[in-house]
Structures are given as structure tokens and as C-alpha cells.
């Protein structure tokens, strides 16, 4: 390599490098700042004392319950229209239309999401403040995502296993649903879940629709209201009357928050290398 | 005849990919279609078993007779048509599941079938697709683990086990080193015995070894027709003999 190239690449190097460094530097902050707090009771005890002591346990489990509802009610219509799109709809002004109006679901602020779940769910369809109306509220925010992830899934998949299929005399739908899907989910899972943890993190969408600054127990139903991490930490951050106290706990939120979030990913990474696997074999 | 069709034209839009081939074939003979690229071949085979139906602005006019009935006449059932009329593509596509499993996939889209017995096709295919004996103790292996001669043999054997009584070939071969080429020349005799083949090559001497009858094609015309050997040895027509002598292609 001559002296250009060397620059050229090292340079490239230095910005890979730089990636590398501040997510060390963000989970090392985060972390450290919650450290003297983290203990195994923080994950399963109630907070207590204002706050100040005891654990986050109903702020995870809103958050994980929050995390089935989204994926319940995402996952299906998400992938039955990335299906649609791809496999049966025909290039007309309908397609342009549903193509539209996802690239600008997906650049509707995620506040005005919280908004409209407000007018759909806890009014309109009168679920209350709950759960299910966040749940429902996130599963629409996360939606373009999946059906982006789903449609680019399904479009890596060969043409060679839709006719092969159909030459063995399969329907449309079976070459679908037996060949054609099974070689997309590695791709469409990723594309689920790494929308599932982007959700896990959103505030504004909840903030209107149930979630809820404190309460001693964890919620009896899906029409209940819950407390959730990403709320939790915000109201630890800046709501609280003593914030300088209770910092050490804002971290030890976060850093949970940031497993629950890592945990996913992982999960996707492990999922997808699994499924691979056993295509590949 | 088990084959035949009459003034065929196929148009993709307003461009014309066919004009009028009248030709027929026996049942349980090889008919070889030849020609150049783009010549309308391969346009011909996918007739017989309608896959052209799957691109779109596709026309066909004319007759195609499958038995004496017309494989275009409206209300003909195409997943059954498919069934009858199987397909090897010209690269070999095995489907990321496991031999045994691609070898089912097309039985398995029928009627639920004792598992005792889809062992039983299972196997039979294999074994006329002379592949058997290779993976008979890797039978839940991916398919895709295989070599390319191998994925070949395995697609020959996922279309024969839904007992078709026409197996199309589109160029199965062009991807395949002379090994393999010639392990699937060799397979085709046998098969010919209980099926009627129709296989579209580049290659004139593979045409030449394992067909009964060849078929010329250029730009869209069916130029001649003749048992194999009269083909290669007297032509008739002149685009034929320059054709198979050589002179362009």
C-alpha cells in the first residue's frame, strides 16, 4: 500500500474505532453511575421512600408486558402486509399509495403517536389509560419498521424457491407459506425484534396513554394502568424533588433499561444464527 | 401423441417470443429443443407446464394438447397441470431444508400421505434420480450441503416423486462440470422409460446423445423438426445445418 492508501484507511479505521469507544463510554457511564445501587432486590423489589430506595420491579415488568402487547399486535399486521406487497399486490397506484403512507408512518414523531393513541385507544375505543392502549400505541409505532424488515426479508428470498415450488405443482399461498416464508424469518425475526427494542425505549408515545408515575404493585390487567423504565428514569431525572439523591438510582434504571434492550438484540442475533443453521445445516 | 401444439404463439406485452410452432412429441421419447439464446426455447418449455403464467403481460394464442386436451382452456386447474408436467430448472434449486424434506415438499402439498409411505417415495425418487446410494445416510442434511452435480440429481428426484408423466428440463445441465453432466445424460435414458422428456440445451452433442428427437429453434420459429439423428446428419433446412455445424450461435 502506497502512503495515500494507508492514510485513507487508517482514517476509516479511526472512525470505526470511534464507534467502538462511545458505546463503551455510554454503557461504562451509565453503568458506573448506577453501580452502587444494582443488587439483585433493585430488580424484584418495589421502589420505596420516594423512590429512593427499594427496586424498579413494576417499571420492568410494565415495560416487559408493554413488549408482548407491541409484538402481538405489530408482528402479524406488519408481516401480513410486508406479504401482501410483496408476493400478490401488482404495481398500480394502490401499492404507491401503502408505500406512501409507511415511509410517512415511519417519519411520524413518535409524540404524535402517544397523540393519536390518546384519540384511538384510551378514548375512541375506551381501553383508559392501560397497558393495551401503550401497547397498541407502540405496535403502531413500531409497524413501518416491520413491514420494511419483513418486505427486504422476503425480497432476499430466490425466485428459484417460488417457481420451484410452484412447479411442483404448489398454490401461490403454499409456495408461500411452506417454502418462501420459512427462508424469510431469520431476516423478518431480526427486523421484529430490533423494532421491539427500539419500542422498549420510547417515552412520548406512553406518556399520554397509561403509563403512570408511581403505584405500589404491578398492574392487575391490560386495562390497568403500569409504570415503564424509559418513564421511570425520566421522572428520576428531572420530576423527582430530590434528583440529586435519587441519580444513582436514574443510572441503575438505565442500565437496566440498556440490558433489557441488549438482551433483545442478543436474543434477535442468537435467534437468526439458530434459524440460519438449520437452513444451511 | 402426448404432446402437441398447434400454431403456439406466445407475446410478452406487444414483443412476440413465438410465432406459430406446430410440433409434437411421443409419449416416453426425449425431445431436445436447440437453438441460440433468446431463440424462443426455453419460452416453449415453460408453456408445457404454464410457468410463463407467473411474469407478467404474458399472451398465449394457439393450441397446446397435453393428451388431446388443451392446457389454456379457461378453467384448466394449472396446479394440477403441474402436477403432471414436472420441472427442472437450469440451476439447480434446492430449497433450504433437508434432502429428505425437499425430496416430500411436493407430495406433502397433496393429500396427507402415511409417513411409512412417503418414506417409500422418498426413497423411489432418489433411486431414479440415482442419488440414493449418496444420501441415503444424510436423508436430514440440508439440502444445500450437497454438490452441484448432487443438488441436480435432488431436484430430478423432488419433480419425479410427485410421479409426473412429462419432466421438463430447462438447461439442466450448464452449470454442472462433465461429471455431472454426464451422470444426469446417463439418467435420462432410464427415466425415459416412464416419462416423456423434453429438455432445452445449448449443448448439440447432449442434444445429439440423449434425445430421440430435436427440435431447431430461431428467433421465435420452430425451423425444423426430425428424429435426432436425421437432425444432425441431413438437415433439411440451411439455418439448421449452419446452426449445428457451427457457423453461428
Given at each position: 500500500m502506497n502512503r495515500n492508501e494507508r492514510t485513507g484507511f487508517g482514517l476509516l479505521a479511526i472512525c470505526a474505532g470511534f464507534l467502538v469507544l462511545l458505546v463503551v463510554a455510554l454503557v461504562g457511564y451509565v453503568v458506573s453511575g448506577?453501580?452502587?445501587?444494582?443488587?439483585?432486590?433493585?430488580?424484584?423489589?418495589?421502589?420505596?421512600?420516594?423512590?429512593?430506595?427499594?427496586?424498579?420491579?413494576?417499571?420492568?415488568?410494565?415495560?416487559?408486558?408493554?413488549?408482548?402487547?407491541?409484538?402481538?399486535?405489530?408482528?402479524?399486521?406488519?408481516?401480513?402486509?410486508?406479504?401482501?406487497?410483496?408476493?400478490?399486490?401488482?404495481?398500480?397506484?394502490?401499492?404507491?399509495?401503502?408505500?406512501?403512507?409507511?415511509?410517512?408512518?415511519?417519519?411520524?414523531?413518535?409524540?404524535?403517536?402517544?397523540?393519536?393513541?390518546?384519540?384511538?385507544?384510551?378514548?375512541?375505543?375506551?381501553?383508559?389509560?392501560?397497558?393495551?392502549?401503550?401497547?397498541?400505541?407502540?405496535?403502531?409505532?413500531?409497524?413501518?419498521?416491520?413491514?420494511?424488515?419483513?418486505?427486504?426479508?422476503?425480497?432476499?428470498?430466490?425466485?428459484?424457491?417460488?417457481?420451484?415450488?410452484?412447479?411442483?405443482?404448489?398454490?401461490?399461498?403454499?409456495?408461500?407459506?411452506?417454502?418462501?416464508?420459512?427462508?424469510?424469518?431469520?431476516?423478518?425475526?431480526?427486523?421484529?425484534?430490533l423494532?421491539?427494542a427500539?419500542?422498549?425505549?420510547?417515552?412520548?408515545?406512553?406518556?399520554?396513554?397509561?403509563?403512570?408515575?408511581?403505584?405500589?404493585?404491578?398492574?392487575?390487567?391490560?386495562?390497568?394502568?403500569?409504570?415503564?423504565?424509559?418513564?421511570?428514569?425520566?421522572?428520576?431525572?428531572?420530576?423527582?424533588?430530590?434528583?440529586?439523591?435519587?441519580?444513582?438510582?436514574?443510572?441503575?434504571?438505565a442500565t437496566?433499561?440498556l440490558g433489557?434492550v441488549l438482551?433483545?438484540n442478543g436474543?434477535?442475533a442468537?435467534?437468526?444464527?439458530?434459524?440460519?443453521?438449520?437452513?444451511?445445516? | 401423441?402426448?404432446?402437441?401444439?398447434?400454431?403456439?404463439?406466445?407475446?410478452?406485452?406487444?414483443?412476440?417470443?413465438?410465432?406459430?410452432?406446430?410440433?409434437?412429441?411421443?409419449?416416453?421419447?426425449?425431445?431436445?429443443?436447440?437453438?441460440?439464446?433468446?431463440?424462443?426455447?426455453?419460452?416453449?418449455?415453460?408453456?408445457?407446464?404454464?410457468?410463463?403464467?407467473?411474469?407478467?403481460?404474458?399472451?398465449?394464442?394457439?393450441?397446446?394438447?397435453?393428451?388431446?386436451?388443451?392446457?389454456?382452456?379457461?378453467?384448466?386447474?394449472?396446479?394440477?397441470?403441474?402436477?403432471?408436467?414436472?420441472?427442472?430448472?437450469?440451476?439447480?434449486?434446492?430449497?433450504?431444508?433437508?434432502?429428505?424434506?425437499?425430496?416430500?415438499?411436493?407430495?406433502?402439498?397433496?393429500?396427507?400421505?402415511?409417513?411409512?409411505?412417503?418414506?417409500?417415495?422418498?426413497?423411489?425418487?432418489?433411486?431414479?434420480?440415482?442419488?440414493?446410494?449418496?444420501?441415503?445416510?444424510?436423508?436430514?442434511?440440508?439440502?444445500?450441503?450437497?454438490?452441484?452435480?448432487?443438488?441436480?440429481?435432488?431436484?430430478?428426484?423432488?419433480?419425479?416423486?410427485?410421479?409426473?408423466?412429462?419432466?421438463?428440463?430447462?438447461?439442466?445441465?450448464?452449470?454442472?462440470?462433465?461429471?455431472?453432466?454426464?451422470?444426469?445424460?446417463?439418467?435420462?435414458?432410464?427415466?425415459?422409460?416412464?416419462?416423456?422428456?423434453?429438455?432445452?440445451?445449448?449443448?448439440?452433442?447432449?442434444?445429439?446423445?440423449?434425445?430421440?428427437?430435436?427440435?431447431?429453434?430461431?428467433?421465435?420459429?420452430?425451423?425444423?423438426?426430425?428424429?435426432?439423428?436425421?437432425?444432425?446428419?441431413?438437415?433439411?433446412?440451411?439455418?439448421?445445418?449452419?446452426?449445428?455445424?457451427?457457423?453461428?450461435?
Open positions: 448506577g453501580w452502587s445501587v444494582l443488587s439483585f432486590g433493585f430488580l424484584t423489589e418495589v421502589p420505596r421512600n420516594g423512590m429512593r430506595e427499594g427496586g424498579i420491579w413494576p417499571p420492568i415488568f410494565g415495560t416487559i408486558v408493554l413488549m408482548l402487547i407491541t409484538a402481538v399486535s405489530a408482528t402479524p399486521l406488519g408481516v401480513g402486509c410486508a406479504i401482501y406487497l410483496v408476493e400478490y399486490a401488482r404495481e398500480g397506484w394502490l401499492v404507491r399509495l401503502i408505500r406512501l403512507s409507511i415511509r410517512n408512518l415511519s417519519g411520524v414523531p413518535s409524540v404524535v403517536y402517544g397523540l393519536f393513541g390518546v384519540g384511538l385507544f384510551v378514548n375512541g375505543l375506551g381501553f383508559g389509560p392501560s397497558l393495551l392502549a401503550s401497547g397498541l400505541t407502540l405496535g403502531l409505532l413500531t409497524l413501518p419498521w416491520t413491514i420494511t424488515a419483513s418486505e427486504e426479508a422476503l425480497r432476499r428470498v430466490p425466485r428459484s424457491y417460488r417457481d420451484g415450488a410452484l412447479a411442483l405443482g404448489a398454490t401461490p399461498w403454499e409456495a408461500i407459506s411452506k417454502n418462501v416464508i420459512p427462508a424469510a424469518l431469520p431476516g423478518m425475526l431480526t427486523g421484529i425484534i423494532g421491539l427500539r419500542a422498549a425505549g420510547e417515552t412520548a408515545p406512553i406518556l399520554f396513554t397509561g403509563v403512570t408515575f408511581s403505584r405500589p404493585d404491578i398492574p392487575h390487567s391490560v386495562f390497568d394502568t403500569y409504570m415503564a423504565l424509559p418513564y421511570h428514569l425520566y421522572i428520576l431525572s428531572t420530576q423527582h424533588q430530590d434528583i440529586v439523591t435519587v441519580r444513582p438510582v436514574a443510572f441503575a434504571t437496566v433499561l433489557i438482551v433483545i436474543t434477535a442468537v435467534v437468526r444464527s439458530r434459524l440460519r443453521a438449520a437452513q444451511v445445516g | 401423441m402426448k404432446i402437441q401444439s398447434k400454431k403456439l404463439e406466445v407475446w410478452y406485452g406487444n414483443k412476440q417470443a413465438l410465432h406459430a410452432v406446430d410440433l409434437a412429441m411421443q409419449e416416453h421419447t426425449i425431445t431436445a429443443l436447440i437453438g441460440p439464446s433468446g431463440c424462443g426455447k426455453s419460452t416453449y418449455l415453460r408453456c408445457l407446464n404454464r410457468m410463463n403464467d407467473t411474469i407478467e403481460g404474458v399472451v398465449v394464442k394457439g393450441g397446446l394438447l397435453l393428451d388431446g386436451y388443451d392446457v389454456y382452456e379457461p378453467g384448466v386447474d394449472v396446479v394440477a397441470l403441474r402436477r403432471r408436467v414436472g420441472m427442472v430448472f437450469q440451476k439447480a434449486n434446492p430449497f433450504p431444508k433437508s434432502i429428505f424434506d425437499n425430496v416430500a415438499f411436493g407430495l406433502r402439498l397433496g393429500p396427507r400421505i402415511p409417513k411409512t409411505e412417503l418414506d417409500g417415495r422418498v426413497e423411489q425418487a432418489l433411486t431414479r434420480a440415482a442419488l440414493w446410494e449418496e444420501v441415503r445416510d444424510r436423508l436430514t442434511g440440508s439440502a444445500l450441503g450437497l454438490s452441484g452435480g448432487q443438488q441436480q440429481r435432488l431436484c430430478i428426484a423432488r419433480a419425479l416423486a410427485v410421479e409426473p408423466e412429462v419432466l421438463l428440463m430447462d438447461e439442466p445441465t450448464s452449470a454442472l462440470d462433465p461429471i455431472a453432466t454426464a451422470k444426469i445424460e446417463e439418467l435420462l435414458h432410464g427415466l425415459a422409460d416412464r416419462y416423456t422428456i423434453v429438455i432445452v440445451t445449448h449443448n448439440m452433442q447432449q442434444a445429439a446423445r440423449v434425445s430421440d428427437q430435436t427440435a431447431f429453434f430461431f428467433m421465435g420459429q420452430l425451423i425444423e423438426v426430425a428424429p435426432t439423428d436425421d437432425l444432425f446428419t441431413h438437415p433439411t433446412v440451411k439455418k439448421t445445418e449452419e446452426y449445428i455445424t457451427g457457423r453461428f450461435g
